[in-house]
């Protein structure tokens, strides 16, 4: 998604763009996350900033998108089950809604106005009108195709090397089949955007953070936002590498329910945790009592491309000229994407930046020893 969106965004202003992938068109973590494009778990700072640009940026790729990319401007409602965590969700968006984010707080009684099937044993909670989702994989496959005739695809392509100059400046890339040659690369390889760096002979301590998502048979309209428990957005800040899992619920256009999030870091381990599916599905119907009758159709993990500190990185590598970096995105690269690609297209024709970047510099992590 991340690479897909620089290559549009490029494109659009001009350059001609080759993406290079060792497997299909979402065959990464794009095509194993969710597709939720949030603002509502976001802290005021850095992400947000990307997360409000990216959301209006997601509207008018919306436009040229077609509908089978399922965008939905549906919001989201965050729900706490006591007082206490009523009064962190208040804190929290009050310091947002100085930054821009719209956030209306809903009382328990008024709950089931916006999600009927929800939980009657409920504090209340927060309604995010901002909060959008997206099919990722169909958007990353369709943005391509919106980028037009300036973007060449080599699907099944790995990229083995960098090329660079007599002075270290980039020059292009060495795949199995030959040389491909320009004067930037962009490192969009999301979860192996490390390895891509260490390519290029510099560190970029990206780490895999599995996630699982469990997918139900297609239901009439169950679960109208994404509603997801208050302890999520502590999870997701967390940077341990143990189990964690909070209760998040969407329903598709297509009808299945998608039911989140777990997170824990186990290296690339894809071996199927029954219990953290036992945890999702607790977590699911403590919400929404009616998924309790309901077939689970399949489960899949992911890979999230976590940074020690949260954030991406995004921008030009000084320690490699021409070399620029779009990974790192951990459990928002798809809601971060169309931002990530725009400033990378600014970098790329030395247009004025959108946003302070330097909190995404690609250097900001100390060597390792
Ligand atoms: C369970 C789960 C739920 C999620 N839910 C959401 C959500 O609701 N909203 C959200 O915004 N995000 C979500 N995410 C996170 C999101 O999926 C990722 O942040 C996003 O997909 C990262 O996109 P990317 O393009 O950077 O990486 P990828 O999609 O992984 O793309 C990187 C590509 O690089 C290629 N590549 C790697 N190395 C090489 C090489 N040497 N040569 C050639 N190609 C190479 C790979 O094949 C891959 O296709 C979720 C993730 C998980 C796991």
Redesign the pocket.
């Known amino acids: ?3 897909a969106a620089c290559a549009y965004y490029a494109a659009r202003s001009g350059l001609t763009v080759t993406v ?4 299909p068109v ?5 095509g ?7 603002v509502s778990d976001k802290e005021p700072g850095p992400e947000l900033e990307l997360a409000l640009l990216s959301s209006q940026l997601w509207r008018e790729l919306a436009e040229l998108l077609p509908p089978v990319t399922e965008y939905e401007p549906k919001g989201g409602l965050v729900v706490a089950s006591g007082e206490a965590g009523m009064a962190a969700l208040r804190d929290f968006a009050a310091g947002q809604e100085n930054a821009g984010v719209t956030a209306h707080e809903i009382p328990a009684d008024r709950l089931h106005d916006l999600e009927p099937h929800l939980t009657p044993a409920l504090a209340g909670g927060f309604h995010y009108p901002q909060d959008a989702q997206v099919q ?1 994989a169909l958007a990353a496959a369709h943005l391509l195709k919106a980028a037009g005739e300036r973007v060449r695809l080599r699907l099944g392509e ?2 083995t090397g960098l090329l660079t100059g007599a002075s270290g400046e980039v020059r292009g890339v060495r795949t199995a089949s030959g040389e491909v040659h320009g004067p930037y690369v962009v490192n ?5 955007g490390g ?2 760096a260490r390519l290029a002979g510099v560190e970029l301590p990206v780490l895999p953070r599995r ?3 469990l997918v139900t048979e297609p239901l009439p309209r169950v679960v109208r936002h994404k509603v997801y428990a208050a302890d999520y957005v502590a999870d997701v800040a967390s940077g341990s590498a143990a189990l964690q899992t909070s209760a998040v619920v969407e329903g598709t256009p297509a009808g299945p329910v998608l039911i ?2 777990s997170r824990e870091r186990v290296g690339y381990d894809r071996s199927l945790s029954v219990e953290v599916l036992r945890r999702l599905a607790a977590g699911a119907t403590a919400l929404f009592p009616a998924l309790a009758g309901v077939r689970v159709m399949r489960t899949y993990a ?4 976590y940074l020690p500190d949260h954030l991406p990185a995004i921008g030009p590598d000084p320690r490699v000229p021409g070399l620029l970096h779009a ?1 790192g ?8 994407a169309p931002a990530t690609g725009l400033v990378i297209a600014r970098y790329l024709t030395g247009g004025e930046p959108l946003l302070d970047t330097a909190p995404f510099r690609p250097d900001r992590f100390p060597a390792a020893v």
Do not use: Y
């Open positions: 998604m991340v690479g290079l992938d060792r497997g979402a065959g990464g973590t794009t194993a996350g969710e597709g939720n494009l949030l990722p790995e990229v969009a390889a999301g979860t192996w390895e891509l996630g699982f998502v989140g999030a992911g890979f999230r491309p990974c995105h951990e459990g928002a690269g798809i809601g971060l």
